[in-house]
């Protein structure tokens, strides 16, 4: 009889040890699982949403600015020769847009934000927002002259979000290669346009 309850006591025990492993076990796997979710950061739905709502709002705030005389406005100026035509700059205006959207989702998939991540996001939306405000500046104002200022400048902030990338995401960062390259033949483009129109532009220099 007490050889039998000894087996009935080292069975439960027994059961109570694997129970206790068994439940630690799952412990550390929720707990593993937890800080795969946070590793993961934002929900890809949520980035893809912000994003869009940063690059849509930018773009809107382009057409605002460039008005509706875009066309028109061209037919006036003298081109250099390296000039895309129009229909190749609405190409080029939404690969940019692809090109941000994809640094934003990025930047908001990170599970934790330094301080340079809050650099960096605010210097894209920096960037989209001057963008946007440049088009006053060419296509209301038609000021070639400003608009090549602008453009001349505006390589400080591509170099430095570049930087800042490179830092924080290597993936984010060679994506703005073609966008950097476009800015090169940018800035010659914005001062050839000026040089060839600047006497009709005198007087707004």
């Known amino acids: 009889m007490n050889v039998s309850y000894g087996m009935v006591f080292l069975s439960r025990a027994a059961n109570e040890r694997d129970e206790q492993l068994a439940g630690g076990f799952h412990r550390r796997s929720d707990a593993r699982a937890n800080i795969a979710i946070r590793e993961e950061g ?24 460039a008005g509706k ?3 028109s406005f061209f037919a006036t100026l003298r081109f250099p020769r390296y000039s895309a035509p129009l229909w190749v700059w609405t190409i080029i205006g939404g690969i940019y847009y692809l090109i941000f959207f994809f640094i934003t989702y990025r930047l908001f998939r990170f599970s934790s934000y330094p301080f340079w991540w809050y650099v960096a996001l605010g210097l894209c939306v920096f960037m989209m927002v001057v963008n946007g405000l440049s088009n006053y500046v060419i296509f209301r104002a038609r000021n070639l002259y400003l608009s090549f200022v602008i453009g001349a400048v505006f390589p400080v ?31 010659f483009w914005g001062y050839a346009l000026w040089r060839l129109n600047r006497d009709e532009n005198q007087i707004r220099r």
């Open 69 to 71: 005389s875009v066309r």
């Open 42 to 65: 934002m929900k890809p739905m949520f980035a893809i949403l912000i994003a869009l709502v940063i690059c849509g709002t930018a773009a809107a705030l382009e057409g605002v600015c």
């Open 157 to 187: 902030t591509d170099v430095t979000l570049f930087a800042l990338l490179m830092a924080l995401d290597r993936s984010a960062a060679l994506a703005m290669i073609p966008y950097l390259l476009y800015r090169v033949y940018a800035v």
